[in-house]
């Protein structure tokens, strides 16, 4: 079975300050990816990041950071700079590599950026 | 063209309605997914199909009912629902469900039974 944890339920800053969202998973699968999606007020859930469990290469993208550590079972998103506009819940979520895709989702952080 | 689209934005219907909701990708993905999320929760997954075939039921109440019409839509049938399946109703694709590329979503539609 597989179980995603974000044990943060929402975080509040300031526009400019560095935030980083926790994500742990649990799976007993040897491969598996793992994913971060984004959903603003609007409903639509927005792809970020796909991370192949093969691959702990950290990645980096604009603003948006990623820090993936099988040792510990973590795939941590970090957001430098904050913008109102990242203000959203964010899903990290866990699919095995057999079978079919099925998603588990962790329950979401929901994160306030204020002016 | 990496869009997912649903029609309608939102819905209200009454408990003896019928209605449907539509899904549409042109990605050329070979699954389709619906999802339902209520707030503040993750989306929970309804049904998968593969190749036009439903492969996935999760135990959905039949006044939910799917159909897969061809490669590029899926619908969502609604009949006699309760006040409790007032939710947001996510559509998704994928390139095939063993694919591990990740699952693009569609805007949702907000559906209200009153």
């Known amino acids: 079975a597989q179980k995603v944890t974000q044990a943060q339920t929402e975080i509040s800053v300031v526009e400019k300050e560095d935030v980083t969202l926790d994500c742990v998973y649990e799976?007993?699968?040897?491969?598996?990816?793992l994913f971060w999606y984004k959903q603003p007020p609007s409903g639509e859930l927005v792809f970020l990041i796909r991370?192949?469990?093969?691959?702990?290469q950290n990645e980096i993208s604009g603003r948006y950071s990623w820090n993936f550590q099988k040792s510990t079972s973590s795939f941590n998103f970090t957001i430098t700079a904050s913008q109102v506009v990242d203000s959203a819940v964010y899903f990290c979520?866990?699919?095995?590599?057999?079978?079919?895709?099925?998603?588990?989702f962790g329950k979401g952080t929901m994160l306030l950026v204020s002016p | 063209d990496t869009e997912v689209t649903q029609t309608p934005k939102h819905l209200v219907m009454g408990m003896t309605n019928k209605k449907s909701l539509k899904c549409e990708q042109h990605?050329?993905?070979?699954?389709m997914y619906w999802y339902k999320q209520k707030a503040k929760k993750p989306p929970e997954l309804m049904f998968v199909?593969?190749?036009?075939?439903?492969?996935i039921n999760e135990s959905v109440p039949s006044r939910f009912s799917p159909e897969c019409p061809n490669s590029s839509l899926l619908n969502l049938h609604l009949h006699a629902l309760q006040p409790e399946d007032s939710a947001l109703y996510l559509c998704?694709?994928?390139?095939?469900?063993?694919?591990?590329?990740?699952?693009?979503f569609g805007p949702g539609t907000r559906l209200t039974v009153t």
């Open positions: 199909y593969s190749y036009e075939k439903l492969s």
């Open positions: 979520a866990l699919r095995p590599n057999s079978g079919y895709s099925t998603l588990t």
């Open positions: 991370r192949n469990s093969f691959d702990e």
């Open positions: 799976t007993r699968d040897t491969t598996y990816y």
């Open positions: 998704a694709s994928s390139q095939t469900v063993e694919g591990g590329r990740g699952q693009y």
């Open positions: 990605m050329g993905h070979r699954a």
